[in-house]
């Protein structure tokens, strides 16, 4: 079994999940192929050689990021105080495509190949979630999504990550296999 993590992050919380996920995978099938890359190294080749693909990024106003929502981030990130300028893994997430434009070059797959999506969020009831977006275009591109999309909280806007959320991300990829 071949495991294909995709993930796009600002602030290195997403970044950590899809690590987390990819510890849980591989414990649950120490045999498996489990690679764990950003969404900016993950091209067509890759995304056909895995059996489960797994896709995740960060919830920004309300849903899934987009060019938009990212470069806001990033000038938020330069306008608060104490900080020099945005993080360089935020930098590169605002100038690079986002998940909204990876999916348009995403190829259709064949049935029988499957997906799973996760988001990172605000721990607020109204912040919504991009997980439910992400696996709704995975379903259009033909793939079998095998679990409930998730959120992962994360604490304040740039995090960290709540406590138990890098356990619970293990259970959770483990249980995807």
Not at 9 to 30: D, K, W
Not at 97 to 125: I, N
Not at 167 to 173: F, I, L, M, N, S
Request: charged letters at 20%; hydrophobic letters at 40%; glycine letters at 12%.
């Amino acid at each position: 079994m071949h495991t294909v993590i995709v993930y796009e992050s600002m602030y290195g919380n997403t970044r950590e999940i899809a690590e987390a996920i990819a510890e849980g995978v591989h414990e649950a099938a120490p045999s498996a192929s489990v690679e764990c890359l950003p969404l900016t190294q993950a091209d067509n080749d890759v995304t056909r050689s895995a059996d489960l693909l797994v896709v995740g990024g960060p919830t920004q106003m309300h849903g899934m990021s987009s060019g938009l929502s990212r470069l806001v981030a990033v000038a938020a990130e330069n306008h608060r105080e104490g900080h020099e300028e945005a993080t360089a893994e935020a930098q590169a997430a605002a100038e690079g495509p986002g998940l909204r434009s990876w999916f348009h070059s995403l190829p259709k797959t064949e049935p029988g190949t499957y997906a799973a999506a996760f988001d990172t969020r605000g721990a607020a009831p109204g912040s919504g979630g991009a997980a439910k977006g992400i696996a709704q275009r995975l379903s259009r591109h033909n793939y079998d999504v095998v679990a409930e999309p998730e959120g992962f909280i994360v604490e304040g806007t740039d995090g960290p990550l709540r406590a138990g959320e890098l356990d619970r991300a293990r259970a959770w990829g483990a249980a995807l296999v």
